[in-house]
């Protein structure tokens, strides 16, 4: 009797500070009185429940195998079940998917076996679904989620109907009801938001919910649940957070709200984390943003990384390529990723970075057909961010074609679109298509007001090579006299990062050139200046206006 009090007591003291999201704490404890007599299994699955929050996974582990066995042979076979569904649920949240089925099919055959109901069937019948989704049997995959959002519900079990209904989401996204699909995603995500659900869950929900708002291109809630998601996280200290493929998802949002440093962060964190076409994500959002800060070296060797672990870095490398001049490069698998199947989101992105390539061969008719099939595509999405890139690319084609008037139309319904969504580089990168556009029109002040405020942002950013681009438009919009020393517009280039501090090697790689050539280049400047040194050259760039 004596020893049945301190087990309750222990355990009560224990569920107290789980309650609190003292989760630390209540590890301690259980791990204290599991020293001097074993736990009970609700006590070792409490621990385990504790120990996966922290991120204590082998602790979480052995827990619940403990309290497995314990149950089997105190005879409680729905106890066993709960303990293989929870060691089944961690080991997947974790990739250890060959364990995960295991337990998965020992919980299955005591629930068979025992024909149990409640929320132990309920919690198979996710697993059940969640698998036919993965081998893409998706009306097999939808009547089970179904099934197991009822079984659910009947048993008042919130975690179980989340994860039915993310099921649910993604087999409604297959067959195309994407609105449909969203609703159900955003019921999730306001369950776990709400605390109706356990802690446990809340971290897969929203790396889920996330993933298929990224999906879908649906950037504001992406955005609106990961903020969402911060407080909830931020007022439980104890839990740790953003583990495996959730930090994936935050790469992304940081790099389309511009903060790339903690991009760069959160994609090398993951990349050390996972395995397998998950580490290749991460590969391909560190791939992403050193191009965007123009590291070619750096942005090439993470997208070959992306694909040798199976992610297809595209359209990261093909922009890469256009960067570099090689533009029939970029069109030529652009043309063939275009014309294989594939969600039309993919497509859509896929399209603007091959007008892109088009235009930069001089084809406009190619160029022209691509901006037409990508707006053809947002008229059956409802992602603001596609028709900003659609709304981009019309611009850029109908600036290529002489038809400046229209495109700026295009291209500041393109703006007010970056502008909404608080996607800075894009809206940068729109500024210089209005530049464009305003010199064509002989609007010269106008222009270069927004080729200032394009390199303001990109400056910024740290978005090197967009720098370059920015600066060459501008000096080829002044006559040519405005060019101190008759510099070319490479040279004014060259000296403009010089000033800045930048390496031959530096310069070389911004402006994909071989450092040779830009010694070469520094020995031209010298000489048209009359300058001995890149000192000099500098204090010649401030003084006659070129920084």
Not at 147 to 163: F, H, M, N, S, Y
Not at 402 to 418: C, F, H, I, S
Request: aromatic fraction near 4%.
């Amino acid at each position: 009797m004596a020893r049945r009090d301190g087990d309750e007591r222990v355990l009560a003291e224990a569920r107290e500070l789980y309650a609190s999201f003292q989760w630390r704490r209540c590890v301690d404890v259980l791990a204290a009185a599991d020293a001097v007599e074993p736990l009970t299994p609700d006590a070792l699955r409490l621990l385990g429940q504790a120990a996966q929050l922290i991120g204590e996974d082998d602790r979480a582990a052995t827990a619940f195998a403990r309290a497995y066995q314990s149950s089997l042979d105190a005879g409680d076979v729905r106890g066993a079940a709960r303990s293989a569904l929870s060691s089944s649920f961690l080991l997947e949240n974790v990739e250890e998917l060959v364990r995960s089925r295991a337990w998965a099919a020992r919980a299955n055959q005591l629930i068979a076996s025992h024909e149990l109901g409640g929320a132990e069937r309920a919690w198979i019948l996710t697993q059940q679904a969640h698998e036919l989704l993965v081998a893409q049997r998706v009306p097999e995959a939808m009547r089970t989620a179904l099934e197991a959002e009822a079984a659910g519900v009947a048993a008042r079990d919130a975690d179980a109907v989340v994860l039915a209904r993310l099921t649910i989401g993604f087999a409604l996204v297959s067959r195309g009801e994407r609105a449909e699909a969203i609703r159900v995603f955003d019921e999730v995500m306001l369950a776990v938001s709400s605390d109706e659900t356990s802690p446990l869950v809340v971290g897969l929900c929203y790396c889920v919910s996330v993933a298929a708002c990224m999906l879908l291109r649906d950037v504001v809630r992406a955005r609106a649940w990961t903020a969402t998601l911060d407080r909830w996280c931020s007022a439980r200290p104890d839990l740790v957070a953003y583990r495996g493929t959730c930090l994936v998802h935050r790469a992304q949002m940081s790099a389309l709200g511009g903060d790339w440093p903690a991009a760069l962060v959160s994609a090398e964190n993951a990349q050390h984390l996972l395995q397998g076409t998950a580490a290749g994500q991460a590969a391909y959002q560190l791939g992403e943003v050193h191009r965007l800060m123009g590291d070619v070296v750096a942005a090439e060797d993470a997208y070959r990384r992306a694909n040798s672990l199976g992610v297809q870095p595209e359209p990261g490398l093909s922009r890469l390529r256009i960067a570099q001049g090689r533009h029939d490069v970029a069109a030529t698998t652009l043309r063939r990723l275009c014309a294989e199947p594939r969600p039309p989101e993919d497509r859509a992105e896929l399209l603007a970075a091959r007008v892109e390539a088009e235009l930069a061969g001089d084809d406009g008719a190619a160029a022209r057909a691509a901006a037409d099939e990508l707006r053809a595509i947002t008229e059956s999405t409802t992602s603001p961010l596609l028709s900003g890139l659609a709304d981009q690319a019309d611009g850029a084609v109908l600036l290529a074609a002489g038809r400046p008037a229209e495109a700026l139309d295009a291209v500041r319904r393109a703006q007010r679109r970056w502008i909404e969504l608080d996607v800075p580089y894009a809206g940068a990168q729109v500024r210089v298509l209005a530049g464009r556009c305003l010199s064509a029109l002989g609007d010269q002040e106008s222009a270069d007001l927004e080729f200032e405020a394009a390199r303001e942002c990109f400056e910024r950013l740290g978005a090197g090579l967009d720098l370059v681009r920015v600066d060459e438009l501008a000096a080829a919009a002044r006559p040519a006299a405005a060019r101190p020393g008759g510099l070319t517009d490479r040279e004014v280039e060259v000296v403009r990062l010089v000033a800045a501090g930048h390496t031959n090697r530096l310069i070389a790689g911004q402006l994909c050139l071989s450092e040779k050539t830009v010694a070469r280049h520094l020995a031209n400047i010298y000489a048209k200046l009359d300058v001995p040194s890149r000192a000099a050259a500098t204090a010649y760039a401030y003084d006659h206006g070129l920084v």
